[in-house]
């Protein structure tokens, strides 16, 4: 076959471009530090990761929801472990009521310190997470317990009064925290979990000690109460150990989502990202193969048809 001086050119600018595109792909790598600038890159790259990048997005907004749904159950841990503190006074309070050495001064001290408590407790029940109410259920803009003068009301419903059906509606409200695929939990401690319901609502119960007291009742009458209290308190009991399994659950998954995000950031970068000498070298081979094909280039332009005249 014979090779005219058109067909060396030819091959020569084809040869040229490819070593220039490789040149310019390896700077590219080299300034913006990934293999993957385009998708022509490398395709099935580029599907991995952007799958990658899907997983990873995920993985982070599931950490978010931890991280915000930790935050909400510590508030309510530090709000019912106060809770029970408040539950070791009157404890205290109600034995020092039934001892029959109890002056009626002292009944009317117990019944002042008493009527302190369950205001610190009232407020408690409206403590807050940020702007949001933790102890209303789906009511969390607005302050749940409400003291109208003659009752204390609990998202408009006397906890004391209540009827089943509103019982089973309260205790139905969970505010959930998505922190998995189809996994939720709940981070919700209602009213009704801590103070109860009924005869056996802490409020009333609070209300029929502070009455006898002020009305000097005899030392027995106050005896049934320690039970009373007594229950209350291990209610609360069990409402922190409630929180605090919850809490060291998101506490597993957050460790678990760690491990994950690390492991597919590995991934990803062994995907995107360069080998900063591997690029270097390459780009240097380049850049000398495309100077070696400039010289060469040179010598097939310079002869013309003046050079075979002579």
């Not at 906890?159 to 509606?169: C, K, P, Q, R, V």
């Not at 919700?188 to 409020?203: H, K, R, T």
């Not at 069990?238 to 760690?258: Q, T």
Request: glycine share 4%; hydrophobic share 40%.
């Amino acid at each position: 076959m014979r090779v005219t001086n058109s067909m060396m050119m030819r091959n020569f600018l084809n040869n040229l471009y490819s070593n220039t595109h490789k040149i310019d792909k390896l700077q590219r790598q080299l300034s913006s530090y990934k293999k993957l600038n385009r998708f022509s890159d490398d395709p099935m790259g580029y599907f991995r990761s952007l799958e990658l990048k899907s997983r990873l997005d995920k993985i982070q907004q599931y950490s978010r929801n931890i991280n915000d749904a930790t935050s909400w159950l510590q508030q309510t841990e530090t709000a019912v472990m106060e809770m029970n503190e408040i539950m070791k006074v009157i404890y205290e309070n109600v034995l020092n009521a039934s001892a029959d050495t109890q002056a009626d001064v002292q009944k009317n001290i117990v019944a002042n310190n008493l009527i302190q408590l369950k205001e610190q407790i009232f407020q408690i029940m409206n403590t807050t997470f940020g702007d949001k109410y933790i102890f209303g259920g789906y009511n969390t803009t607005k302050a749940p317990f409400v003291n109208t003068g003659s009752e204390i009301l609990y998202n408009g419903i006397n906890l004391i009064s209540a009827t089943s059906d509103e019982l089973s509606d309260i205790m139905s409200q969970k505010l959930n925290y998505e922190v998995g695929k189809g996994s939720y939990i709940n981070v919700s401690i209602n009213g009704l979990q801590v103070l109860g319901a009924g005869e056996d609502n802490l409020f009333n119960i609070l209300d029929e000690l502070i009455v006898a007291l002020q009305n000097d009742e005899p030392a027995s009458t106050f005896s049934p109460y320690i039970e009373k209290i007594k229950a209350r308190q291990d209610n609360i009991l069990n409402v922190i150990a409630e929180v605090g399994g919850r809490i060291n659950r998101l506490e597993f998954l957050y460790e678990r989502y760690s491990l994950d995000e690390l492991n597919y950031e590995t991934i990803r970068s062994s995907i995107e990202d360069i080998d900063m000498a591997e690029v270097v070298t390459k780009l240097e081979m380049a850049r000398s193969v495309y100077n070696a094909a400039l010289a060469v280039g040179s010598n097939i332009i310079q002869p013309s048809l003046v050079n075979f005249l002579w």
